[in-house]
């Protein structure tokens, strides 16, 4: 018997070794002793484009003797959490701040605290700087924000509502009119998170690592959430419905993040942005959460001092941000482009930019990244069979504290 345990046991390491050296070896290091900088990322087409022509022409010219190596990772997140420690990985890597408590919990990161002045932090937007911040120390710079808000087609909506019950009666109202649906609405956690937060509810408590699921205020708030749009939805609840109905049309309004309106301008439709509306009763704001785009420094980049400089480019040269912001709708971190008339004059910018001061930074702890998977699943259920909600609650939240056990 202790043989085949053994034997087992030794089938599962080779297992794991063989995965290891596929994950390390499908990453591409630092081939040349040319390349001073390694940077990974994942993004759309659009995204790449400029980032690599911005790299190409200002940063080059800025700084003609760092040389960047900007690749574009599939699995990005696996394959950093293999890659790093291995030595294969990058020098800097990009995606949203929530894998900030991860990567530093496991030593991959390395603190800026070295780099980063007093001027240099004062130059972002607060609730950017607290985003990159984890266990007292900041991680990462900033360089965009996202979060949901209320998305209009104009053409059906002059003016947009500023209270929850004007909402509610524009959407009656136009289905009233013979309009298919009053609204689009995707049922991931972000994207409903608003509701819970105004309620009293979370998800997971940043500071104490508390589980929120099946408190009294997000089941409040997801009974609000169910009760208010059901009536005015698309029953198929997968995104490509619930957005399709905006962009063909089909619903005056959709609530989502940045990254859908290039679809909105694709469909040609003539749209603003503002924050999700006053919930009168609580006389509150609801709270979506809030992406924060950044920049991570890690602890195996050999040329430190030339990644910070290009990190810092990366996020506060002036024209690079403008051009992602107009082309690719990144909602800027950098006070002085938020200040530009320009940006204040884009309807998609100025929306979002006044939707992420109203809401918070997804939780930056290591465990995070358990929860999204239970949330979104029990969220769906819920919908479809809101008598159940409190019941769907309680097992998302059983199996997140299993997973974290």
Known sequence: MML?????????????????????????????????????????????????????????QKHPNITIDFLNIVDLRTRA????????????????????????????LWPLTEFVSPELIAKFTPEAIEACT?????????????TYALIYNKAMIKTPPETMEELVDMMEKAKAEGIPYGI????ETGCVSPWIHAFGGWVLDDETGAIGLNSEGTINGLRYWIETFKPYMPIDLTRTVQTSVFLENKAPFLVDGPWVIPAIKGAGIDFG?????????????????????????TSAAEEKEKAFTFMEWFCTDQDFI???????KFVPVLKETLALEAVKADPAISGFAEAVK?????????????????????????????????????????EIEAKIE
């Not at 689009?184 to 049922?187: A, F």
């Not at 403008?322 to 690719?328: F, G, K, S, T, Y």
Request: hydrophobic share 45%.
């Open 273 to 297: 942005v503002v924050p999700l509306p006053k919930i009168t009763e609580l006389d509150k704001w609801p709270e979506p959460y809030a992406g924060f785009k950044v920049l991570w420094l």
């Open 358 to 398: 109203l809401g918070r930074p997804y939780p930056k702890r290591p465990e995070m990244g358990l929860f999204w998977s239970p949330c979104d699943e029990a969220i769906t259920q819920a919908f479809l069979e809101p008598d159940r909600l409190e019941e769907y609650l309680n097992e998302a939240q059983a």
């Open 81 to 108: 959490l293999v890659a790093i420690p291995a030595g294969r990985g990058p020098d800097c890597f990009t995606w949203s701040h929530d894998w900030t408590g991860e990567f530093a919990a496991a030593g991959h």
């Open 322 to 328: 403008l051009e992602r912001a107009e082309i690719a």
């Open 134 to 146: 984890y266990d007292d120390k900041i991680f990462a710079l900033p360089y965009a924000s996202e």
């Open 4 to 60: 085949k345990k053994k034997g087992v046991l030794l089938v599962v390491i080779v297992a794991v070794v063989l995965a290891i050296i596929i994950l390390v070896g499908g990453c591409t290091p630092k081939t040349s002793s040319a390349v001073d900088v390694t940077v990974w990322y994942s993004f759309l087409p659009e995204e790449e484009r400029i980032a690599q022509e911005a790299i190409a022409t200002s940063f080059k």
């Open 184 to 187: 689009g609405y995707p049922t």
